[in-house]
């Protein structure tokens, strides 16, 4: 709840905010997908992006929190990303801080799983009139915290450990 509530506030900062140059804003829907050497996860964000001054603009994307079970196994989880990106001359880097958290439950044991850290981030948007369809590419120096019920419990594709995690979106949106 703390996290929506954070976004939400977030958001409203940024649309509030009366910049001389902040005109464009874009709402997007943006699938992204998560990769780790023998794991990926992926999910829809909705995106809300403001421009702050000429080449540099916010952004924060929400996902809503997926459920899934599967043989007695249950995971569940979400994701918050806020940032900033530059725009350059045919391209955008960004960098913003991604949080995903979820728990995982095999129906004796349980975890709770964090990722959290800073996600540099390289793309391209392309604008037709009010439309937007964009894609990129990040890279992700993750924290990852995992708190067992007990210490029989392992998942052995993560560890509780710093790693590098890469991210690939796409983004399809209305500007206004």
């Known amino acids: 709840m703390k996290k929506y509530l954070l976004s939400f506030l977030m958001a409203a900062v940024m649309m509030i905010s009366s910049n001389t140059f902040a005109a464009d804003n874009?709402?997007?829907v943006v699938p992204y997908m998560k990769t780790l050497d023998q794991a990926a996860i992926g999910n829809v964000q909705f995106q809300?992006?403001?421009?702050?001054?000429?080449?540099l603009s916010g952004?924060?994307?929400i996902s809503p929190s997926v459920d899934f079970e599967y043989e007695g196994q249950s995971f569940q989880y979400d994701n918050l990303t806020f940032g900033v990106?530059?725009?350059l001359l045919f391209f955008y880097v960004g960098i913003a801080y991604d949080t995903l958290s979820g728990s995982y439950s095999d129906g004796s044991n349980s975890a709770d799983i964090t990722v959290s850290g800073l996600l540099f981030e390289i793309g391209q948007n392309l604008d037709i009139g009010p439309i937007r369809f964009g894609a990129g590419l990040g890279a992700q120096m993750?924290?990852?915290?995992?708190?067992?019920?007990?210490s029989e419990f392992d998942i052995d594709l993560i560890t509780s450990d710093s790693l590098w995690l890469i991210e690939f979106?796409?983004?399809?949106g209305y500007k206004f």
Request: aromatic share 14%; charged share 25%; no cysteine.
């Open 85 to 87: 990106r530059q725009d």
């Open 26 to 28: 874009v709402l997007s």
């Open 142 to 150: 993750a924290n990852v915290d995992i708190n067992y019920s007990s």
């Open 59 to 61: 952004f924060i994307r």
């Open 169 to 172: 979106y796409a983004e399809a």
């Open 48 to 55: 809300y992006q403001r421009k702050l001054i000429p080449t």
